[in-house]
């Protein structure tokens, strides 16, 4: 579990504001996801990349932004961060291989006041 | 696109009696279906799978059936323990290469002692 971390873990910020969140997988694992939590909606995927510079819109894509010009990293942005966005964000990793076992981070929780 | 429905969304069991977790997906293309339980405070970690060209697995206490035609798979927990307590998440493949994953809203369970 320690292949895949997420910074920061807690962060509080402002309507409007630009925010970014980091993950990092150590296991060079091709495939790399974000999703959102929220209570009463599940996992939502929000985007999700299948090599560097590969990425694709999940089901909630509005307002979030994604980038991977590095296969061990996969930041996303809230390029004008929104109270619905208030949520646990999830970013998760697999291989390209014959195992489709997604591995999750830690999570971090978004309060956009 | 695809879309996974999960029931119940609560589930209580006494400790030893056995707790089944249905779900439905849309996609006949989904050729992957994995289990997630999810503890207080942690992330999700994959605790069954199966694939479309299985029926039924196996492993310990924990069961998962899939039906095809139905389109829904089934999740089966046995002898149930209180450590069985945890949110748990079915899921389906968003295409035949199990490239990302879409989720359902996610089964409370319950089990007391």
């Known amino acids: 579990d320690a292949g895949i971390t997420q910074s920061p873990r807690y962060k509080i910020t402002e309507t409007g504001r630009q925010v970014t969140l980091m993950c990092h997988q150590t296991w060079s694992h091709s495939y790399m996801f974000w999703y959102r939590q929220d209570l009463g909606h599940g996992l939502r995927l929000i985007y999700y990349s299948a090599a560097a510079d590969i990425t694709d819109k999940g089901e909630v894509p509005d307002g979030y932004v994604v980038s991977r010009s590095k296969t061990e990293n996969f930041p996303l942005t809230l390029e004008s961060a929104t109270r619905s966005q208030t949520s646990v964000y999830f970013c998760?990793?697999?291989?390209?291989?014959?195992?489709?076992?997604?591995?999750f981070g830690p999570g971090t929780r978004l309060t956009v006041t | 696109g695809e879309n996974v429905e999960q029931h119940p969304s609560t589930l209580s069991v006494q400790e030893g009696d056995s707790a089944v977790i249905k779900c439905t997906y849309s996609d006949s293309a989904s050729n992957y279906f994995p289990w997630y339980k999810q503890e207080l405070g942690k992330r999700p970690q994959l605790i069954i799978d199966i694939r479309s060209n299985v029926g039924e697995k196996k492993d310990q206490r924990i069961a998962v059936t899939l039906n095809k035609t139905a389109k829904h798979f089934s999740l089966h927990i046995t002898e149930t323990q209180p450590e069985d307590s945890a949110v748990y998440f079915c899921?389906?493949?968003?295409?035949?290469?199990?490239?990302?994953?879409?989720f359902g809203k996610g089964t409370t369970l319950s089990v007391s002692s």
């Open positions: 899921a389906a493949s968003i295409n035949q290469a199990g490239t990302a994953l879409i």
């Open positions: 998760a990793s697999r291989t390209s291989g014959t195992s489709y076992e997604q591995y």
